[in-house]
């Protein structure tokens, strides 16, 4: 499947040197390239993206434009993946990002941009609904444990790491009850013991959703665990069927 992609940024800079690493790229198809959000929302529509390579900051309102427009795909065009780049290691905007879901999203700081294997792969691994954030954003959820994530995450039983998975990719609780043939307050009962395991403090700031995934996430074993793996490819109609 070839993902076509948009990529906007107001960095000229920056623009460009995601065009380059993106436009050779084997499976990629990248056909625009804007300096503001509206600009990608017409890309978005014309060209029905997989993925939308966007910044944060952009214009017309230069505050959280990125992020705001992945909520806005989520209800409105949820098949279409966000990679968002960031200029700086911020949590709030990860979080932000990823409170709908993690399926589908990536966050990635602009100073680590410099592996055109890893950012294409970013791509397509979004285009198929799964999830990237970067390593530094991560480390922040989890440093102020005494455990390291990849020991609490040992503590889980099969079932909740199967479930935490299913967390990963996007699935509701009721989604995760159907997938797993569980009742929704067996799902929810795994959950509240996972937390318990993973050590997660209950604080109105931060989801211990999102902090599970993003821990989940920052394991190197997390790829070969999620469901999204096992599930088939995104694609328009005409082509295999997107989840």
Do not use: W
Not at 109 to 116: G, N
Request: hydrophobic fraction near 40%.
């Amino acid at each position: 499947m070839t993902v076509r992609v948009g990529i906007a940024d107001d960095h000229l800079l920056v623009r460009e040197a995601v065009r380059q690493m993106l436009e050779e790229a084997t499976g990629i198809d990248l056909v625009a390239v804007c300096s503001d959000a509206d600009a990608m929302r017409a890309a978005i529509r014309e060209h029905d993206l997989d993925v939308a390579v966007v910044g944060i900051r952009m214009r017309p309102d230069m505050t959280d434009d990125g992020i705001r427009l992945a909520r806005e795909l989520r209800r409105t065009r949820p098949r279409t993946g966000v990679v968002v780049l960031s200029d700086h290691c911020d949590p709030a905007h990860a979080l932000a990002l990823l409170e709908d879901g993690s399926d589908g999203r990536a966050y990635l700081l602009k100073d680590r941009l410099y592996d055109r294997a890893q950012v294409a792969d970013t791509v397509r691994r979004v285009a198929e609904g799964g999830s990237v954030i970067d390593p530094k954003v991560v480390e922040i959820f989890v440093e102020y444990e005494s455990r390291p994530p990849a020991a609490r995450l040992d503590s889980l039983s099969p079932r909740e790491e199967e479930i935490l998975a299913h967390m990963s990719d996007g699935e509701s609780n009721a989604g995760i009850a159907t997938s797993l043939g569980l009742t929704k307050r067996a799902v929810e009962k795994h959950i509240n013991g996972m937390f318990a395991k993973l050590q997660l403090p209950v604080d109105p700031r931060i989801s211990r959703r999102v902090h599970a995934v993003l821990m989940f996430l920052s394991d190197p074993r997390s790829r070969d665990r999620r469901p999204t793996a096992t599930r088939p490819s995104r694609s328009r109609p005409g082509t295999s069927a997107r989840p």
